[in-house]
């Protein structure tokens, strides 16, 4: 089957799937709606004061966009960090990079940023500054070594994480507690309903980061046959390399910057994938920002009604699904060639 | 008619900036050659005679610190790296040991400098790839991956990327270095007849100074980054010259079945005739 087709295919399929993940999701939740009303209340007919009004157009419906936008968007950073290392560990969490973003959104809270479009977008500039910072780090210490070993870049990413989240520790500490409110919640992931302005504004920089990408996906294609063959073949590869790394880098820290650290979305999607779709980018990136979706937008409609009325975290749940396909790709990855 | 050089070095001389250990090593200097349509040129020398540099130089992944490199009668400078690519083809040693994807994708990555902007292969480029399949016998493994491919299946692959580029000119990195004698044949045989039948010319890199030597129209022998002999086989493969070149004694006898030289290392125990 020709790369296209395969897309649509596997995109078709996938945006039914995504749509019948949100269906659900819009009907289950801790305040119980009959579908009839929560369908009624989506239209625009229920009151607006209304239960299931409040319920589904103002907590369930921006909760689920927001999902959508941190599933597709973690799902592609995990594919654009995979081509760049060549190796498919590498994940924005895994790596250290949410971490170094998480730290941004601190520092930045801790500066007062918080509530209006404008702060959200300083919160996103300090959150995107902190995921280039964190995964400049881990590139300098894993290329210490000729090359990027797979051992050195997966300790690396280990090391920047300990220690950003000990920085987060520390500012946490100095800072009082209240001003800081429920940043342990969002510490472990946690898509809280996003006002509507900063919704837009993280859509729009998710789609700025899915762009960087889904352009240069046929020429990520060729970085696997190394960089210099790359190169022998057209390939700008500094250039190219530069641009994932900035868009990788802009989509964890959008994700972080709305989200929190939301783990191993960029591991278990497109490992899941790569299995059905092949290896191409190209088919690869537009399915993992629809699969990432489905996939955490699942997970979050799991972790708002398994211990209900309480919630779990989001990064609970996908961190439960990746720490099992992390190791079963860490062990496949060692077994010697036949 | 004289048909323009495919590749000409003139004068060409390269040194990395930075010195490693007591020599500037893998620098050339002042070296000058050229590779003609149709014709199969062998570089042969030590370790870090600067054999892969040429191979750098022609491609524009380094630029000569002085001299020039002209394809096919353009100065390589002129040319953007698309344009070299679809100009000239590089057969590397090995491609990195989890290159994930199947035959069929790595032969249609050889197309990209015929359409860098575009985002897939056209018709056409899946056509020149099934051909080049055709061509290496690979028709049936396109949809294998390449990690799962024998050592010379996996050699086949890549050069028919490499061909998929519709070079003029072939520049093949030890190619034989990983395989053993059948699949050795195979790619001579191969090498043979695109430069044979499509006139492409080809520059080959090889340790192996006997295939070289059945294989080449001409020899370039390196040595520390100088040009010691350029010329047929029987002219380069003199003991004198390889002695130098390599430091150490050297047995160049002649092979009984095709009369091509034949190159040893002379050591304690080889009978040395003396004439």
């Known amino acids: 089957m020709s790369p296209v087709r395969r897309l649509l295919v596997a995109l078709t399929t996938l945006l039914a799937v995504l749509a019948a993940v949100a269906v659900v999701s819009l009907l289950v939740g801790s305040a119980a709606v009959e579908p009839a009303a929560v369908l009624w209340a989506v239209l625009g007919r229920a009151e607006p004061e209304s239960l299931e009004s409040v319920v589904t157009v103002g907590l369930r419906l921006p909760r689920i966009a927001a999902a959508i936008l941190a599933g597709g968007a973690l799902a592609v950073a995990g594919v654009g960090f995979q081509a760049l290392t060549r190796n498919p560990l590498a994940e924005p969490a895994v790596l250290g990079v949410s971490s170094g973003a998480a730290f941004g959104v601190v520092i930045a809270q801790v500066l007062g940023l918080s509530a209006t479009v404008l702060e959200t977008l300083g919160l996103a500039v300090f959150a995107f500054a902190g995921a280039v910072l964190a995964a400049t780090a881990v590139w300098i210490v894993a290329s210490a070594q000729r090359g990027l070993v797979i051992q050195t870049l997966l300790l690396a990413g280990v090391i920047v994480g300990i220690f950003f989240s000990s920085a987060i520790a520390v500012v946490v500490s100095l800072v009082d507690v209240n001003r800081l409110g429920g940043v342990i919640h969002w510490l472990l992931g946690n898509l809280a309903p996003v006002p509507r302005p900063s919704l837009a504004l993280f859509a729009a920089l998710a789609a700025l980061g899915v762009w960087l990408i889904a352009r240069d996906a046929r020429e990520l294609n060729l970085l696997a046959l190394g960089e210099e063959t790359a190169t022998q073949l057209g390939v700008a590869t500094e250039r190219l390399k530069l641009r994932i790394f900035l868009g990788a880098a802009l989509l964890t820290g959008a994700v972080v910057a709305f989200a929190g650290p939301i783990g191993f979305v960029g591991l278990v999607v497109p490992h899941v994938l790569r299995r059905i779709v092949g290896e191409d980018n190209r088919v690869l990136v537009p399915t993992a920002l629809v699969a990432g979706a489905a996939f955490l937008l699942g997970a979050d409609t799991i972790a708002r009604t398994v211990i209900a009325p309480a919630e779990l975290s989001v990064g609970v749940i996908t961190s439960f699904c990746g720490a099992p396909v992390f190791v079963y790709v860490l062990r496949s990855q060692r077994r010697p060639a036949p | ?275």
């Open chain 2, 1 to 275: 008619m004289t048909r323009a050089p495919v590749a000409d070095f003139r004068r060409v001389t390269f040194g990395y900036s930075r010195v490693e250990g007591r020599r500037r090593a893998f620098a050339i200097t002042d070296v000058s050659f050229d590779v003609r349509p149709g014709e199969i040129l062998g570089v042969i020398g030590p370790n870090s005679a600067g054999k892969t540099t040429i191979l750098r130089l022609l491609t524009g992944v380094l630029e000569p610190a002085a001299g020039e490199v002209r394809i096919e009668d353009v100065p390589l400078a002129r040319l953007g790296s698309v344009e070299i690519a679809r100009r000239v083809a590089v057969v590397p040693q090995t491609l990195p040991e989890a290159f994930p994807f199947t035959v069929g994708e790595l032969v249609l990555m050889g197309r990209y400098p015929h359409g860098p902007g575009r985002l897939f292969e056209s018709e056409e480029d899946r056509e020149v790839a099934r051909r080049v399949m055709e061509e290496t016998g690979l028709l049936e493994l396109a949809g294998v991956a390449f990690a799962r491919l024998s050592g010379g299946e996996r050699q086949r692959a890549v050069i028919a990327r490499a061909l998929a580029q519709r070079p003029r000119l072939l520049a093949l990195d030890e190619p034989t270095t990983h395989l053993d004698l059948r699949y050795q044949a195979q790619c001579a045989e191969l090498v043979q007849r695109l430069s044979r039948e499509d006139g492409v010319g080809v520059l080959l890199i090889s340790h192996d100074m006997n295939l070289a030597a059945e294989l080449c129209d001409r020899l370039l022998l390196l040595a520390e980054g100088q040009l010691l002999a350029l010329g047929p086989p029987e002219e380069v493969l003199d003991p004198g010259l390889l002695g130098t070149a390599f430091g150490c004694a050297v047995v160049v006898e002649r092979s009984r079945t095709t009369g091509c030289p034949v190159v040893r290392a002379a050591w304690s125990n080889t009978v040395v005739e003396r004439g």
